[in-house]
């Protein structure tokens, strides 16, 4: 088995972080819509706590979660330029509320897995 290069291991790292976050987006997402906001606001309180996320990324999936009836959106064209506000639907907030569960079931027992796996350490 060959051994991967320092930047190929890196490259593989950034790509599995990668990953691992795409899956938290939905969640992610839904949470900060319990109050409406358009795509550029949401893109920049997403960055605000350290969840970087593209535009690429986020316009289809606000998109895709309307198309499930997750989403409302309406568009403001009183200001200076039209925008689309999305908030969280009924179906979306029940959604929330399950996947908000699930996420907390699922860290407690990532948590007791990954601590059965960390090195121990040595005083």
Not at 21 to 47: A, C, D, F, H, K
Not at 71 to 83: F, H, N, Q, V
Request: negative net charge; proline residues 6%.
């Amino acid at each position: 088995m060959k051994k991967q290069s320092g930047t190929e291991f890196e490259s593989l790292h950034e790509n599995l972080s990668l990953e691992l976050r795409r899956g938290t987006l939905v969640l992610t997402v839904l949470s900060q819509l319990q109050q409406p906001q358009y795509g550029y606001s949401l893109v920049e309180e997403l960055n605000a706590h350290g969840i970087p996320i593209e535009p690429g990324t986020l316009y289809p999936l606000l998109r895709r979660l309307e198309s499930h009836e997750l989403l409302i959106s309406s568009w403001e064209t009183a200001g200076p330029k039209p925008r689309k506000y999305y908030r969280l639907a009924q179906q979306g907030e029940r959604m929330l509320e399950l996947l908000t569960e699930e996420w907390f079931d699922m860290t407690k027992s990532m948590v007791r897995l990954l601590k059965g796996s960390m090195p121990h350490e040595t005083e």
